[in-house]
């Protein structure tokens, strides 16, 4: 169900109506919005009586939500999330870029690179600090002391920092360090560990499951929603096809469908997505074209002496080439990089 | 086995080289280029001694091709292939644009339809007049009629055609009405057209089957190269995956993938790729980003009403805003529209 | 719409229904039952009206067909369709088992293993005169040599030939030879093929796709009922996906789903299915479990210098080992073979 | 690498072998066998030098693994795991059944389920207390109440107890009450719980992930082994591809080529595999025809209320009818059930 209240209605006329939807202990969550607010509310095991909140003072209008996901769909929010970190802009007009390596190394390297993404023109840092690796026996990241080389990247560089909570255990020691926290595709469906980021109040990049379909994906977004933590935005990073040139399928689709169905911001990972250098920058420049909200690209000083997934990091000249590519076809599309 | 002549040799040496060639019971292949001239040799059941032909006069060096594919492979032929119909280029430079219904339904509706998409700068139209449909009890299109059809919309407007060929008994019905015989997915794997088509001195535009890999799609083309004709362009128009929320799903990847193992121009169907009307723009705007050689479009004056692929289908307005996105793009990524 | 006749109604009667079905410009397709006679309708453009035909002396009701295959679904026959070829049976309570080389190669290849696939128990031998290649330079088949051998080894071993039809050209020449024509998983949706087969009076075999769904595969088998041949049987033989330890994922779960929609006999190619030959057996193990209606499994004296798909090629011990496990667990789901 | 003891070595030489390789900073992992001991190592950066093991008292051979998974690896131990769960095996000769319902959702319920599948001869019974949902809005299970229904399901039957593990918080709670720890396909690749059921002594049920290869099943098991639990058996569930007509594909080819590079058993789960009441049965039968060491169904006494899963549920009746099915079937192929 979805409440919204009259344009221009007071804060006490939104806090009364949120205390009477808690008092039929049932979640209200306020969604400020420019021209009026409106009120989400979960938590019903069974469909809710609009008449039952429409006679409440202030309330325009009590909608049920049709979708199964509703804090996250248009339906219940029809503008654009816009979420801001440290000054820089994710969704709206804005087209947001994360680069840096797959994995935080050493302290040379994540500054070496932070600078030199910095240079040309990425708004964010990345960097894996807790890796997930499909073997036991390879290097599963620095842990904390990654995060505490990010910290120190940010310094240096003042770009604020996406690094990914690979579990409920380490998610608050991530956060302590991460300006936005990443949930990857592995874990896109670790109910769990998207209910532990909901609590934070730190903004989350959720990466889409090698197998999920968009509702699934929005499903797990629902999920970071419903504990009060709306700073969502969402990410392609190839899917599991029959299709064997590049390690993923790039589903571009996705960021038109996903815009359709739901107000969160979408990127794009061209570098999981296709697993091969070659391949990051036309795919970087497709994803700009389609309407993404952003990239985020992998690259390393060094590729050939990384200690994670080499072969599709780019070389810092080759990512200052694709900056400029991606600027163009950006602004072409409406939008300011 | 690929023949490279020294440059500036004469056309004689090269027709002495290709006698000797044919002596042995093989095929070749003339491939000229703006240095100088190669030759592919086919039809060789084992692995050919490059000394057997090095010897010959004129020859600079006999190269074995490692791909499994040999005249459609960069090894074989560095420069892109350029093909050119009516005066319009396809590959190279060129981005060019492929628009019209999916099927020809009437003369009134081809040429409304020709006569839009040529104002807003088409350079080819399409048009089925034989249509693959999955139930034998659905509309098979105007067959002949809707050749004529077609040839009276190219008169009229002086747009080339392009319509596909379902068989081989039609083959040459459809060789006299079309500039380009399209190869439909259904029948990427059907050996007999294939050959059939390579028969013929019509350029072929060759769609990838809806599981097929590159090294398949490429094996397709081959066939078509090994009788003789190399006017071939290659069409990605989606594959089959779980992922459900478009009709098939539109892998963009392939067109850097099918770039660094062939000279074969690859354009890119949005079309059939997405099956919605909506994604058709964001995704065309996406493969001119990522490199293609040009796109293919339907375009339907009454999408409501058309006998096939409706909903795919842009209103004319549509197509008239999209040829605007896409010369901009095209021109950024170094394209002539 | 399907035309259900009176129980013990006249041949006339029928005959005169097919009149008046043919009159209005529609094809009837009598379906003659245990119980009483069917009379399917195909070649309507819009809706039928059923009192048009409940009115005709003999018919006991007109029932509109929801599915989009009718004269292949349980609806239109809810009998399970058997096929008799040379005695043997397919559907029903048979399970029967093609067997033999992937590609004809010799006389004595064809001879030796037809002798040894008749001394384990096969009913049918099977063989590719003309193959479907990925390569156009790879081995396609002995063409109209292959059938000859293939009819020389039904007169020495008395067992019927399934055999491959690749195009229209070639149809007429495989159903001189051939008992059973295949239609390969590429030419699935190659209707023209359909059609042809669909006039031949053969039985037919069909195999699914690479990517076809259920409903695709039946509509498939609808195009060759639709011509009047309604000895038709179908193939599961794997289908793409992402999984890569077999070279397609046998899809077994398609028999029963077939079953619930169609009359037809389904059986399963565990030889392509796979591709492995240690996979063979268990999966045909499986097949005979789930409930099919047979397997086709390839054979081949010395797998090791097949000219194609050695790989999968059971030696003739093995198909023996396989034979006693087939008819004990046939037996046990209430088959005889 | 893998150490072999020389046959009848005594436990103390073990002690010493085991102490020699910690002391290089390395994990053994003794692995007692029929015939002799074989010791594991993990743990090392790169590869080891053989001859540093050879030369210690007591090791016969040391060999270094070429599979990417160690412990998990035929290659490191030949013989056939098998588990012993409160008398029952799984693995071996043993054909092992696991029945219940999907949930847990009464004590009447979850009693009476046990009741029933336990006469009809299951050997475990499954029950979700902590249930993996897409949506947050779904039941999520009784949790900790759930937990002690089953116990008391288990007093009543003697049924042992296999239940999900949902997160790194519960797997201890979970631990106390269940005998077999289920890790679910979404948690396939969830790295920290795999070492978290790793640390505990309990059997686990490890199944895979909707979009797994075999050998990221495979690495993800090594995972649980690598922390010193070793008893592991697999499942397989379906996986995700194009093909529509049930909820995932069931793979049944996994089980063949799970045993030929592994030692550890794998069941096959298909109420999840096929999504559908109807299908169950007949794959059941595959499952056993194919050679799996097991199944895992889903029966429910009232499947039209089960608060999930309701669908694929099997109503009492016909999982009596299935167990005589499998039991027929699991004889044929050489199992005790």
Redesign the interface.
């Known amino acids: 169900m979805l409440i919204v209240m009259e344009t221009g209605v007071t804060d006490d006329r939104v806090a009364s109506v949120v205390r009477a939807i808690e008092e039929k202990g049932l979640k209200a969550h306020p969604i400020p919005g420019s021209l009026r607010t409106a009120i989400g509310i979960?938590?019903?095991q069974g469909p809710l009586d609009p008449a039952e909140f429409e006679m409440l003072p202030g309330v325009a209008q009590a909608i049920p939500v049709t979708q199964?996901?509703?804090l996250v769909s248009r339906e219940v929010k029809r503008e654009d999330t816009v979420i801001e970190v440290s000054g820089r802009k994710i969704g709206g007009d804005a087209f947001c870029v994360i680069a840096g390596p797959c994995a935080v190394e050493s302290e040379r390297q994540t500054i070496e690179v932070a600078k030199r993404v910095k240079a040309a023109g990425a708004h964010f840092l990345r960097g894996g600090a807790f890796k997930?690796?499909?073997?036991?026996?390879s290097f599963q990241g620095l842990g904390a002391e990654g995060l505490e080389l990010l910290s120190r990247a940010r310094k240096e560089t003042g770009l604020p920092i996406v690094t990914e909570a690979?579990?409920?255990?380490t998610v608050d020691l991530v956060a302590e360090h991460a300006d936005v926290i990443q949930i990857g595709a592995?874990?896109m469906?670790?109910?769990?560990?998207l209910?532990k980021v909901g609590r934070t109040r730190r903004p989350v990049m959720l990466k889409r499951g090698?197998?999920a379909?968009?509702?699934?994906l929005l499903?797990s977004a629902?999920?970071i929603a419903?504990e009060g933590n709306y700073s969502i935005f969402l990410c392609e990073r190839g899917?599991?096809?029959?299709?064997?040139?590049?390690r993923n399928?790039?589903?571009?689709?996705?960021?038109?469908?996903v815009k359709?169905l739901s107000h969160l911001p979408m990127i794009v990972d061209p570098s999981h997505?296709?697993g091969k250098r070659?391949?990051v920058t036309?795919?970087a420049?497709?994803?700009?074209?389609?309407?993404a909200d952003g990239i985020m690209v992998e690259v390393h000083d060094q590729p050939e002496r990384a200690l994670s997934d080499g072969p599709q990091a780019l070389y810092p000249d080759q990512f200052d080439a694709l900056m400029k590519?991606i600027k163009?076809?950006a602004s072409?599309?409406g939008r300011t990089i």
Do not use: C, W
Request: aromatic share 8%; no cysteine.
């Open positions: 979960t938590g019903n199964p996901f509703k997930p690796r499909t073997s036991p026996y690979l579990d409920t255990d592995r874990n469906q670790n109910f769990s560990l209910r090698m197998s379909t968009i509702d699934e499903m629902e999920y419903a899917v599991r096809t029959f299709s064997n040139h590049t399928t790039l589903d571009l689709s996705a960021v038109p469908a359709r997505g296709t070659d391949q036309p795919l420049r497709a994803a700009a074209a389609v309407g590519d163009a076809i072409l599309v």
